[in-house]
């Protein structure tokens, strides 16, 4: 089946390590998106690619890095400069022939110990 | 700066009973409208898409319906089940080729017995 695939659903995480979370999607879409979810608040956007080998940053990017070498794949880093990084992460993932419909993958949640 | 801003923030109904939630946005040139439902640690699943020309669509029990004059979208719950608890987000994509949508905050549903 078509979808997109996040991973791990659970991390927990030491102070001062990096992470990765990992997002893959079958869809054969061009765009790919990073968000981080936190209670009571709307989804932010971290990074986006509308492209392989292209990505830009989003409105906190800041303590995060992403790769974009495959067209299928989007993984996160989550740096240790990244000061608050306990939350929800979602991927998702759209055409840039639709109607935009944002098809998310069911997300990971990291907690910094 | 394109905002979207739904009410209320939160809201609770017997089932049974019927609900709407608001959405009004700022996002200029504006190509389309979607509300997403997210249940509790999952991602967000789109339930409709409005475009300009649109003023109400339905999707089983739900239905949304536009103002584009206005800037105003609503979602309309109709003999709320159990299942409808969830966070309903409403999501505006601008135009001209931008691929960056805009989100709100969201609307947590929870449906009592």
């Known amino acids: 089946d078509g979808g997109i695939t996040q991973s791990p659903k659970y991390l927990f995480r030491k102070e001062g390590q990096n992470v990765t979370l990992s997002c893959e999607q079958n869809?054969?879409?061009?765009?790919m998106y990073w968000y981080r979810q936190d209670p009571g608040q709307g989804l932010r956007l971290i990074y986006y690619s509308q492209i392989v080998n292209d990505f830009q940053k989003g409105d906190i990017a800041e303590g995060y890095s992403v790769s974009r070498e495959k067209k299928e794949s989007f993984p996160l880093t989550v740096t240790s400069a990244q000061k608050n990084p306990t939350a929800f992460y979602l991927c998702?993932?759209?055409?840039?022939?639709?109607?935009?419909?944002?098809?998310f993958g069911e997300g990971s949640r990291l907690t910094v110990l | 700066k394109n905002q979207v801003e739904q009410s209320p923030q939160s809201l609770i109904i017997l089932e049974g009973k019927n609900c709407t939630l608001q959405c009004n946005y700022t996002v200029s040139p504006f190509s389309n409208l979607r509300w997403y439902k997210q249940d509790t640690g999952r991602g967000p699943v789109s339930l409709t898409i409005?475009?300009?020309?649109?003023n109400t669509k339905s999707n089983g029990r739900y239905t949304a319906t536009l103002d584009a004059d206005t800037k105003q979208s609503s979602l309309h719950i109709t003999a709320s089940q159990l299942s409808d608890s969830a966070s309903y987000i409403c999501?505006?994509?601008?135009?001209?080729?931008?691929?960056?949508?805009?989100f709100g905050r969201g609307t947590s549903l929870i449906v009592h017995p």
């Open positions: 409005m475009t300009f020309s649109e």
């Open positions: 998702a993932s759209t055409g840039v022939t639709n109607t935009g419909e944002l098809f």
């Open positions: 999501v505006v994509r601008p135009g001209r080729g931008s691929y960056i949508p805009t």
């Open positions: 869809l054969n879409h061009d765009a």
